[in-house]
C-alpha cells in the first residue's frame, strides 16, 4: 500500500514531441506528489509538484495531471529537449510524516 | 545551484577505514535526511532529523552513524563499510518536521568501498 508504481522504465521521444510519465498509488493518506528529475551524477531536483486538490498544475512545458478517483498522477513535457534527457521519479508523501515514497524512475532520451 | 551542501564530492575508502560525510543548508529548514542511491534506483530513505533529534532510522546497519550538531548541520559517520555499501549518499531538507512539502537535495556523495 505504500508503493507508487511508475511507468515507463524508459522512454525516448523526438526533439518537440510530448514525453509522458505515468505514476499510480493506493495509500489514500498521501497528499504530496511531486516529480524530480535527475541528471547523471546529480542530486534530484523538484521539477513540479501536485496537492489532491487540484487536478492539474503547469509550470512552463511541464504539467502534472492528476486523477484522485484512479488515484494516478501523469507528467507531461510537452516540446520535449534533447536537454530534458535525464530520470524522472514519480514520488508521493503522507500528511504528517517525513516519508517520501519514490517510484521507481523512467529513463527519458530526447533525440535531437 | 543546490541550497544543500554536501562534501566531499567523492570519498573511496577502504573497510577498516574511518570517514564522515557532511551536509549544510542555510535555508532555516528544521528537518533534514539522509538517502542512499545506488546506479538506477531511487532514493532510499536513511535517517531523518527533526529539530535536532533522530526522528526515524530505518533500520540503517550500525556501522552507518548519523549525527545532527546543529540545525544547519548534518554528518554521517562511516565504519567498516562494505562494497555493497558503495552508493550516492545524498543529504535533504524540508522546511518543517513532518509538514510535507518540498525536498532539497544536495548533489550526493559518491562512495566507494574498495
Known amino acids: 500500500q505504500q508503493q507508487v508504481k511508475q511507468s515507463p522504465q524508459s522512454l525516448i521521444v523526438q526533439k518537440g514531441g510530448i514525453s509522458i510519465i505515468n505514476c499510480a498509488y493506493e495509500n489514500t493518506a498521501f497528499d504530496y506528489f511531486p516529480w524530480y528529475q535527475q541528471f547523471p551524477g546529480k542530486g534530484p531536483a523538484l521539477l513540479i509538484a501536485?496537492?489532491?486538490?487540484?487536478s492539474e498544475k503547469k509550470e512552463g512545458r511541464f504539467t502534472i495531471s492528476f486523477n484522485k478517483s484512479a488515484k494516478q498522477f501523469s507528467l507531461h513535457i510537452m516540446d520535449s529537449q534533447p536537454g530534458d534527457s535525464a530520470t524522472y521519479f514519480c514520488a508521493a508523501s503522507p500528511s504528517g510524516t517525513y516519508k517520501y515514497i519514490f517510484g521507481t524512475g523512467t529513463r527519458l532520451k530526447v533525440l535531437a | 545551484d543546490t541550497e544543500v551542501t554536501q562534501t566531499p564530492k567523492h570519498l573511496v575508502m577502504g573497510m577498516t577505514n574511518k570517514k564522515s560525510l557532511k551536509c549544510e543548508q542555510h535555508m532555516g529548514h528544521r528537518a533534514m535526511y539522509w538517502y542512499k542511491q545506488k546506479a538506477k534506483k531511487p532514493p532510499e530513505l536513511m535517517f531523518v532529523?527533526?529539530?535536532?533529534?533522530?526522528?526515524i532510522n530505518e533500520s540503517v546497519p550500525s556501522r552507518f552513524s548519523p549525527e545532527c550538531p546543529n540545525s544547519s548541520l548534518l554528518n554521517l559517520h562511516l565504519h567498516a563499510l562494505q562494497p555493497e555499501d558503495s552508493a550516492l549518499y545524498l543529504c535533504?531538507?524540508?522546511?518543517?518536521?513532518?509538514?510535507?512539502?518540498?525536498?532539497?537535495f544536495g548533489e550526493g556523495s559518491r562512495l566507494t568501498v574498495l
Open positions: 501536485i496537492r489532491p486538490d487540484v
Open positions: 532529523y527533526s529539530y535536532e533529534k533522530l526522528s
Open positions: 535533504a531538507s524540508t522546511r518543517s518536521g513532518g509538514d510535507t512539502g518540498e525536498l532539497f
